[in-house]
């Protein structure tokens, strides 16, 4: 539902600039017309067709498109060299010039290229007006190329602004992703650390019992074998799971003995108004350690933002469940037209650590309005193969 929200906004965006565009091409149409010049309503109807194209394609080929319109501006404007009287104004090329330079310095990578490409269509904005509006001989000595100059050069500046703002809080985001996503790897290469240890330590004390035993009770060397490959394979397949995101080894020690009682007491003290239920099979069911911190992650994040963005939730509803070979835990609370989150299109930082964690152990997380009346978290997390 909130995606489909999102899309519509878009698209009634889209909409009302491309009719805005429309608008402009008719304008351009009845003052080209106006002198009743054939050739400068030629020039007028294909230089707005082609603006209006390039607004429609610009996110697909910006660098393609953007120059296509350059050329064909330029290529009309040569075909209205040596004009006395008034002709093809323009007014639909340059307002579409104006929406590609957002597009441009948004989206166009590096960012040289992209002041390169938009100060590119500022030349091209600005010779419009002498170009379309008065021959050669008048240059702007007159009124209206002057203010039609005046005019595009305000309203490229102002595509400018947004185009850099857009651009300026983008970089601020994936800056402030990457620092998430690197803080989630420092996490779990504290986790792979207490892991191994772990691990290793369960391996060492069967051998040692093993070796105990071996002497008065052979038989009972070959249970402790399987046991101690057993904790081996499991210790791999651990490490395997979480050693493709780590940056660097870190031996602060974390929470590896995460347990469903500890989720289970975080939830009672979160409110009197929280319940944890778990599905059937899951008390019986041994989790990783590493799914369980997991787990443990996406529930205290969960729980931080109802306690931020809803304090006054009258009931919050954790449940755990089994399904396909997964675990998944859902956190729901209701959710009021007020709810903060509703106007954060983009999602949080903390989601976007959650979503890390659950993609890291190759599962994927959820958030946003259920129902309209619900806001929900559902992270799925495969369960490691036995």
Not at 39 to 55: N, Y
Not at 130 to 137: Q, W, Y
Not at 251 to 258: D, I, L, Q
Not at 307 to 331: G, I, K, N
């Amino acid at each position: 539902m909130w995606e489909r929200l999102s899309t519509w906004t878009q698209r009634a965006g889209e909409i009302a600039l491309l009719g805005l565009l429309g608008l402009l091409w008719v304008f351009d149409t009845i003052l080209t017309t106006a002198p009743a010049d054939s050739t400068g309503a030629v020039v007028c109807f294909l230089g707005g067709g082609a603006g209006i194209l390039a607004v429609v394609l610009r996110k697909r080929r910006t660098w393609l498109v953007t120059l296509a319109l350059a050329a064909t501006s330029l290529g009309l404007s040569a075909v209205m060299a040596g004009a006395d009287d008034l002709r093809a104004v323009g007014f639909t090329e340059a307002g579409a010039f104006m929406v590609l330079t957002i597009t441009v310095l948004r989206r166009v990578e590096p960012i040289r290229n992209a002041v390169v490409l938009a100060v590119g269509i500022l030349v091209v904005l600005l010779s419009l007006p002498s170009l379309r509006f008065e021959g050669p001989a008048d240059g702007y000595a007159s009124a209206a190329t002057q203010a039609a100059t005046v005019v595009y050069f305000l309203g490229w500046g102002a595509g400018a602004g947004i185009g850099g703002y857009l651009r300026v809080q983008q970089e601020r985001r994936k800056v402030g992703e990457e620092r998430v996503r690197r803080g989630e790897r420092l996490e779990l290469a504290r986790e792979l650390h207490d892991l191994v240890a772990h691990h290793i330590t369960g391996i060492v004390v069967q051998a040692q019992a093993a070796r105990a035993v071996g002497e008065t009770h052979p038989e009972a060397v070959l249970p402790a074998l399987d046991a101690i490959a057993g904790a081996g394979s499991e210790a791999l397949a651990s490490m395997r799971r979480l050693v493709g995101v780590l940056r660097a080894d870190d031996h602060a020690t974390r929470n590896v003995g995460v347990t469903l009682d500890d989720l289970r007491t975080m939830v009672g003290q979160f409110s009197p108004a929280a319940t944890f239920d778990l599905g059937p099979g899951v008390s019986s069911l041994t989790l990783a350690p590493e799914v369980l911190t997991t787990l443990h992650r996406v529930l205290t994040e969960s729980l931080t933002n109802i306690r931020r963005h809803a304090p006054h939730a009258p009931w919050v509803e954790v449940r755990l469940t089994t399904f396909d070979d997964s675990v998944r835990l859902r956190v729901a609370n209701p959710l009021s037209a007020a709810d903060p989150r509703l106007s954060r299109l983009g999602g949080g930082f903390g989601l976007v650590g959650m979503a890390e964690r659950v993609e890291t152990m190759g599962g994927h997380l959820i958030a946003g309005p259920v129902a309209g009346h619900l806001w929900e978290v559902a992270a799925v997390v495969p369960l490691p193969a036995r």
